[in-house]
């Protein structure tokens, strides 16, 4: 059973997921997702400030709202520094995003060991700022983050369209007449919003993964905008609330690493296995392609083999082709030029017997396409005195593979015709 | 304050600030002219689960397993960037956003599963440094500066940051005109045969052992701090390479010994009962001379009044 407070906790948590997935979109797409690297560190002497007048004023010293406004102050007054850095156009903002990171996180240290000197509880559990502890979390708490980051969605929700014409074309939106400085503020806005609601539960270090990770995952998986939303706010949602409950579980674990930690597990599985942009898609269609041009090359060696033999141009002859000769006129290892035969075989485009293949009659269409592709290729080349003979039976290789018919056909206007090779055919050359 | 307090109390944790300050106010000028200021943010704190598996396999703070660590997992943290940012199809900013903090978590988690935890590494040193900790016992007197077996007893940090400043001055000095080359036109310098590839690897390690080495002093975050402003300054000063790179050391070297003294001894020497965290004081002060430097920059003559000149 889990407790009431627990489960308000990772509610909470898991609505700060979403928001920092939704905001971490935009940002993403504007190429601003580290500007929430500045933001997070930034908000430590907020809350140090913050600190020292409850603790002066004698409120409460426990309670969110003031820390969380000292820590949204400085996280602007950050994304301040940034901008006005960034404008000496001697530092780019990536250095600028380091000095403001660095040295407001810095102040925030000095600040910090200078409360603790001070008579009172005015530091206490400060620290827990900086990696997020879920565990201290209290209802309240939860709420307070929940707010904040359900005030994020309606503003991302109201400000879409905006949103969405800056992250993809700053000109076009432009152009259009949108304020687009206005529209970038809003979204720096957002930012630091999604930043200082999460501070309790993530930390200050770590809530930039929070808005990268999500997104990253998101846009891997798919193309279209109002897709990677939802996406990137699942997989935010499922890393907040499964962060923080681990942490709930094991309260040594610093919550903001379980969360980041399992927004990276998300996104290498995404890496590995999205459908389209995955390593291991890319790497299917990276050895199917090879092997494809692989086969249209074995083919076309195949029938210019038999061509070599005395069938003469255009015809392939019933003749059976050694697979030596393929081998050597390809430059293959005869292991590689009978594991090809093989799958050739396999595949009923030829026929194996004692070392030699012979083309079936579809494999002899599919050669006979190849053969055609290539001498298109070649003689155009050669006529456009581009190449000599040698080269452009090299660069042909490359070309011709998945040269559509049609293409063929306009290179070599005739449509029955096979053109003699340009070039001697077999090995050794 | 007597001479004996500030050899044994003072002077080590003096020569930690200004070591490291020096190591990577050298280096960020690099970084800064290649553009790769958020690579040495990313390898500052990437470098934590290489300590902490260094620390967790000798048990004890030894240097070279921890250097060796981080360096492994600096490497490990830039080629995966490369890998994220191709793969991932990310702006760079955002491949580094997702490496680094992924490669700072992991040592998190370390920190706690391995049992490294312990006084001597904790999780207090990585986020604010223990530059404080760094005492002398055999300082006694002046005479103790000369004595091998009292410097013996010097805090071993310190030998680690002198080994790595010292390896990082003589690689700086010694490749001197190619480091140039491959900040300023590095496909210039591609084209002319150089390893443009080795030295920006050899980069990234130096910054990966420079942070190892001032991490220790201090602490994990504020070694951006000391990479990324000394050189900011002087960018924003000065358009001279020689003048970027001598005076970025000498700026982080200068920071270090300021920052520390403003947070200890000045206010104590002062009768102030004052004692602040010294990491936190240098990186404060980089960011004040940051922005100083561009309030007081010197402004480039505009370009039609060097026209009509």
Not at chain 1, 336 to 342: E, G, I, M, S, Y
Not at chain 2, 66 to 72: C, P, S, V, W
Request: proline share 5%.
């Amino acid at each position: 059973m889990i407790a009431y407070n627990t489960l308000v906790v990772l509610s909470g948590c898991a609505l700060l997921g979403v928001a920092a997935g939704t905001v971490g979109t935009f940002a993403l797409l504007r190429g601003r997702a580290l500007v929430a690297d500045a933001v997070g560190h930034a908000a430590l002497p907020g809350v140090a400030v913050a600190a020292l007048i409850v603790a002066l004023v004698g409120a409460d010293p426990r309670a969110l709202p003031p820390l969380l406004a000292g820590a949204a102050i400085a996280g602007l007054l950050g994304v301040l520094a940034v901008q006005a850095l960034t404008r000496t156009r001697r530092i780019r903002e990536d250095a600028a995003i380091a000095i403001v990171l660095s040295a407001f996180y810095a102040a925030g240290v000095a600040l910090l060991s200078w409360l603790q000197t001070l008579p009172g509880a005015a530091q206490a559990g400060l620290s827990k700022f900086i990696l997020g502890q879920a565990a201290a979390m209290r209802a309240e708490d939860a709420y307070i983050a929940a707010t904040v980051a359900a005030t994020c969605l309606v503003l991302v929700l109201l400000a879409f369209q905006r949103l969405r014409a800056v992250a993809f074309d700053m000109d076009f939106a432009r152009v259009q007449g949108l304020r687009t400085d206005r529209t970038d503020l809003l979204l720096l806005a957002l930012i630091v919003l999604v930043c200082v609601s999460g501070l309790q539960a993530v930390g200050l270090i770590l809530v930039v993964a929070l808005l990268v990770l999500p997104a990253a995952t998101a846009r891997l998986l798919t193309h279209r905008l109002p897709r990677m939303l939802a996406l990137a706010a699942g997989c935010g949602a499922l890393a907040g609330a499964a962060g923080a409950w681990v942490s709930a579980m094991r309260p040594e674990v610093p919550t903001g690493a379980a969360v980041v930690l399992l927004a990276a597990l998300l996104f290498t599985l995404a890496l590995l296995f999205a459908p389209e942009r995955g390593l291991l898609a890319r790497l299917w269609v990276l050895l199917r392609r090879r092997l494809a041009a692989d086969t249209e090359h074995f083919l076309r060696a195949a029938w210019e083999a038999q061509e070599a033999a005395g069938a003469g141009p255009g015809t392939a002859g019933d003749r059976w082709a050694p697979i030596g000769a393929v081998a050597a006129a390809r430059g293959w290892s005869a292991g590689k030029a009978a594991r090809l035969a093989a799958w050739l075989a396999l595949r009923g485009l030829v026929a194996r017997a004692e070392g030699h293949v012979h083309l079936t009659p579809r494999g002899a269409t599919l050669a006979r396409r190849a053969v055609r592709a290539h001498r298109a290729v070649e003689h155009h080349l050669l006529a456009a005195g581009t190449a000599d003979a040698d080269s452009a039976d090299r660069l042909a290789d490359l070309l011709e593979h998945g040269l559509p018919p049609e293409m063929a056909a306009r290179l070599l206007p005739e449509p029955s015709a096979l053109p003699a090779s340009p070039h001697a055919l077999g090995a050794g050359r | 304050m007597t001479l004996q307090d500030f050899l044994m109390l003072d002077l080590p944790p003096l020569l930690a600030a200004m070591l490291a300050g020096g190591t990577c106010g050298l280096l960020g000028s690099f970084l800064l002219l290649r553009r790769e200021s958020l690579i040495g943010d990313a390898l500052s704190h990437a470098v934590l689960p290489g300590i902490v598996l260094g620390f967790a396999f000798t048990g004890a703070r030894a240097g070279l397993p921890m250097l060796l660590g981080a360096m492994l997992a600096g490497l490990a943290a830039v080629a995966l960037i490369a890998v994220v940012q191709k793969a991932a199809r990310l702006d760079p900013g955002a491949a580094i956003g997702a490496v680094f903090t992924t490669f700072f978590a992991v040592g998190l988690v370390l920190l706690e599963v391995t049992g490294a935890r312990s006084v001597d590494l904790d999780l207090d040193c990585v986020l604010f440094g223990q530059l404080e900790t760094l005492v002398w016992t055999e300082g006694r007197d002046l005479a103790a500066l000369l004595d091998p077996a009292a410097l013996a007893a010097l805090p071993r940090q310190l030998g680690l940051m002198a080994g790595v400043a010292l390896v990082v001055a003589v690689a700086v000095a010694a490749f001197w005109r190619p480091i140039k080359l491959a900040c300023f036109d590095p496909a210039f310098a591609r084209a002319i045969g150089l390893p443009s590839r080795s030295i920006e690897l050899a980069l990234a390690l130096l910054v990966a052992a420079a942070a190892v080495a001032a991490f220790e002093a201090v602490g994990s975050i504020l070694v951006v701090a000391l990479l990324v402003c000394p050189a900011a300054a002087l960018r924003l000063m000065t358009d001279r390479y020689t003048v970027q790179v001598l005076g970025g050391a000498g700026l982080g070297a200068l920071l270090g010994a300021v920052g520390y003294a403003l947070a200890g001894p000045v206010p104590a020497a002062l009768g102030v009962d004052l004692a602040l965290n010294a990491a936190g004081v240098i990186g404060t002060l980089g960011g004040l001379v940051v922005a100083a430097a561009a309030l007081l920059r010197p402004r480039r003559r505009p370009a039609a009044a060097a026209i009509t000149a």
